[in-house]
């Protein structure tokens, strides 16, 4: 019942103002300075309160308004990125990484939409970085390919996210028009700053 509920209640809060963006800065380690932000949805529902994405996307990509949702995020994401560049040093580069989900991806309309939303902001696409994950990819490896190389045409960066939870293989990276491998953080958690012999 609960999940029926969020159903219908998801349907209305894109149009009733129920959904945010928070920003996650990416840093260079090199610079140690912010180079970009990374848009996560967030839902304020009237009696939930803040819910996760966890606890709402599976319901978008089933019900279909995920693609709706990812429309969404992608123009809030990209009117926060233009106003945030407006405030900057001439000179000085911001980007944008924005998630996309399957549902997206195998919309025909997506890299016109993109290419709208860019022009309607004036946004460089080189400062918009697509994320998808190694498996909605390799899932769907041919109609995607050609979606994200049409993607890159325009000049959108392309990233592979949560890389190695699949399929673990550069082969597959390499097969694909992407331009950064976000490697899974269970990869990396173990790490120290401790050399080991």
Not at 44 to 71: K, M, N, W
């Amino acid at each position: 019942f609960e999940r029926l509920e969020l159903k219908a209640d998801l349907a209305r809060a894109i149009t009733a103002g129920q959904l945010a963006l928070v920003y996650q800065p990416i840093v260079s380690l090199e610079t140690g300075r912010i180079t970009g932000a990374e848009a996560l949805v967030r839902w304020d529902h009237p009696r939930r309160g803040r819910l996760a994405p966890d606890a709402f996307i599976g319901i978008a990509e089933e019900t279909g308004l995920i693609v709706q949702l990812g429309q969404w995020v992608l123009e809030e994401a990209c009117q926060q990125l233009r106003t945030w560049q407006l405030g900057l040093p001439s000179g000085a580069a911001l980007s944008m990484s924005v998630n996309l989900s399957v549902r997206q991806l195998e919309h025909s309309s997506l890299v016109d939409s993109v290419r709208d939303v860019l022009g309607q902001f004036g946004l460089d696409p080189s400062t918009l970085t697509l994320e998808i994950t190694e498996t909605v990819v390799i899932d769907h490896m041919e109609d995607d390919r050609s979606r994200l190389t049409a993607l890159k045409d325009i000049g959108v960066q392309v990233a592979l996210d949560d890389f190695g939870v699949g399929y673990s293989s550069l082969r597959y990276a390499d097969d694909l028009p992407v331009d950064v491998l976000k490697v899974d953080r269970s990869f990396v958690a173990g790490i120290t700053g401790t050399e080991t012999t």
